[in-house]
Nanobody, 122 residues
Framework: QVQLVESGGGLVQAGGSLRLSCAAS????????MGWFRQAPGKEREFVAA????????LYADSVKGRFDISRGNAKNTVYLQMNSLKPEDTAVYYC???????????????WGQGTQVTVSS
């Protein structure tokens, strides 16, 4: 089992920045790829970003490319999502998840955190 706990969400104005963190415990962190997903009210959960086990490879949704940056600190068992130039449409609950390999699809991630709310005001 892997336990994941997100933090760093909040309310920010459009154009602002937030940094989300996800702390992992339970298994060897460096054995897992990590992903960030988000879900807005009434919408399906969607892929945001993913990072490989070593941190050498990253994936991004087109909607956040150039604005968001995913990184990981294997010594701290933590994955981060730096979100810049935030837009109202980025408002959602953000979830981190872990898997054996990076993937765009929620179904490929067996472990999930509880989520953290991000609200961007216009």
């Amino acid at each position: 089992q892997v336990q994941l706990v997100e933090s760093g969400g909040g309310l920010v104005q459009a154009g602002g920045s937030l940094r989300l963190s996800c702390a992992a415990s339970g298994r060897t962190f460096s054995n897992y790829a990590m992903g960030w997903f988000r879900q807005a009210p009434g919408k399906e959960r969607e892929f945001v970003a993913a990072i490989s086990r070593s941190g050498g490879d990253t994936l991004y949704a087109d909607s956040v490319k150039g604005r968001f940056d995913i990184s990981r600190g294997n010594a701290k068992n933590t994955v981060y999502l730096q979100m810049n130039s935030l837009k109202p449409e980025d408002t959602a609950v953000y979830y981190c998840a872990s898997s054996s390999d990076s993937s765009y699809y929620p179904r490929d991630y067996p472990y999930w955190g509880q989520g953290t709310q991000v609200t961007v005001s216009s």
